[in-house]
């Protein structure tokens, strides 16, 4: 079964600009989380999607956002990007409905703000 | 604000030992404890989870939990030079929501 992908792997925006990440679940998946991790935070939840609905949201500016697609693909804008925003983000994918909590990380999509 | 407590390290073994990594938490309610493998460069990997209050096996790791001291523990016998990296603990908060702590650096030497 294929893992969880991202896209782009790397990015360089602007302060100012705004930018789109994608995350593909594993097959099979309906949850997909968000976090960013940087090296003086740590990993930090951004927000989790199941069946497309928002059910969580951590403690991130509005400039943050997200959604899921009926195929759970899931999609994270980050608007107004600002030189803290350079991070590594990151989505997992799990199937809670089964009872497992367990989730699954993709590579990662690299961002840099400059 | 709910917390995951992890010491920094690094933690440094010699191949073949046991490493020992522990964790603390401060939610009382958590019932979903995970264990994550992260390389320098990669994404978190992960390698163990625990739902009840015991041991939990697989190959040369053990997860042991405690809720009543609110305690996670990741045992790595054999440890080999490959096993270095950080290992990160994480607690489910609800839906699919994990707390991290901050990691702990492990550092096996030939």
């Known amino acids: 079964k294929a893992g969880v992908t991202q896209t782009p792997r790397y990015l360089i925006k602007t302060r100012g600009q705004q930018v789109t990440l994608s995350c593909s679940p594993i097959s099979g998946h309906r949850s997909v989380s968000w976090y960013q991790q940087t090296p003086g935070q740590g990993l930090q939840f951004l927000f989790e999607y199941f069946s497309e609905t928002q059910r969580n949201k951590g403690n991130f500016p509005g400039r943050f956002s997200g959604r899921q697609f009926s195929n759970s693909r899931s999609e994270m804008n980050v608007s107004t990007l600002e030189l803290g925003d350079s991070a590594l983000y990151l989505c997992?994918?799990?199937?809670?409905?089964?009872?497992?909590?367990?989730?699954?990380f993709g590579p990662g999509t690299r961002l840099t703000v400059t | 604000q709910k917390e995951v407590e992890q010491n920094s390290g690094p933690l440094s073994v010699p191949e073949g030992a046991i490493a020992s990594l522990n964790c603390t938490y401060s939610d009382r309610g958590s019932q979903s404890f995970f264990w994550y493998r992260q390389y320098s460069g990669k994404s978190p990997e992960l390698i163990m989870s625990i739902y009840s209050n015991g041991d939990k096996e697989d190959g040369r790791f053990t997860a042991q939990l405690n809720k009543a001291s609110q305690y996670v523990s990741l045992l790595i016998r054999d440890s080999q030079p490959s096993d270095s990296a950080t290992y990160l603990c994480a607690v489910n908060e609800g839906y699919s929501t994990l707390t991290f702590g901050k990691g702990t650096m492990l550092l096996v030497s030939p």
């Open positions: 997992a994918s799990s199937n809670p409905s089964e009872g497992a909590y367990e989730q699954y």
